[in-house]
């Protein structure tokens, strides 16, 4: 048996990085899996990848239109939806210090990181109810637990508008059986970031040697996170900050 058999997931951003590694790991385990992502051939390829039931969906989280037909199809499909992995995020090359963000990439970040999520629990949410309850997954980062001085405001004031959200929501619907938690990974492997200081070895070891395991996670140890949060091992696990970061946030001063 798997850890997932019978669970209907919606996974967004899942046409690459943690948002694939996770749909190819939660088919795996059993669960039937709407890929969703903003370039559908991408969500095709995950899809493609997996070794269960799964179809791919083309959404931008940022439009409530795209968000709705997500989870209709979802829905008609399946039956039903039980866990929403809200996952689909972005960190652009223009967000910086406050002093240098432009209000349009300000904006732009908050479209997809803050209001993505709002619009996926909003409208998901009452699908996980007509089940009786459910698990909502919402990724945040451990940069809405600590500051830096190498800024990108937008992204942080986003994934912090992630993390307050979540509590309040776990609060809102623990008795109806919905279990809403912030996974905050660490810095990870992931295209995204590999783009940003991939071409900058100077930026990169600035970073590095604030983290205590000295090096990046892999998708796969913040998936195994999600898949245990996604399941019902989880069941009492709800409004948690759920920090997958190698020890980074628990550093003060780290080995040399």
Not at 161 to 184: D, P
Request: charge should be negative; proline fraction near 4%; aromatic fraction near 8%.
């Amino acid at each position: 048996m798997g850890r997932l058999d019978g669970k209907v997931c919606v996974i967004t951003g899942a046409g690459g990085g943690m948002g694939r590694e996770a749909a190819i790991v939660f088919t795996r385990e059993g669960a039937k899996v709407c890929a969703a992502d903003v370039d559908g051939t991408l969500a095709e390829e995950t899809v493609a990848l997996c070794s269960g039931d799964a179809f791919a969906v083309r959404a931008n989280v940022a439009d409530e239109d795209d968000v709705r037909a997500m989870f209709t199809a979802t829905a008609d499909r399946f039956g039903g939806i039980d866990v929403l992995y809200n996952n689909a995020g972005i960190s652009p090359a223009d967000d910086a210090s406050v002093l240098d963000t432009t209000v349009e990439a300000w904006q732009r970040v908050q479209d997809v990181n803050a209001k993505g999520v709002f619009l996926c629990c909003k409208h998901g949410i009452p699908y996980l109810l007509e089940r009786g309850g459910g698990s909502v997954i919402n990724v945040a980062s451990f940069v809405a637990i600590l500051g830096a001085a190498t800024s990108q405001v937008s992204y942080t004031a986003s994934k912090g508008a992630v993390l307050a959200m979540s509590r309040e929501l776990a609060v809102q619907f623990a008795r109806k059986g919905v279990r809403v938690n912030a996974l905050c990974p660490g810095p990870v492997e992931t295209p995204l970031l590999l783009a940003i200081y991939g071409g900058d070895p100077e930026a990169f070891a600035r970073r590095q040697v604030h983290w205590p395991t000295g090096r990046l996670g892999t998708p796969r140890e913040i998936v195994n996170a999600a898949l245990f949060l996604a399941s019902d091992e989880s069941s009492f696990v709800n409004g948690a900050a759920f920090t997958v970061d190698g020890g980074l946030t628990a550093a003060y001063v780290t080995p040399e």
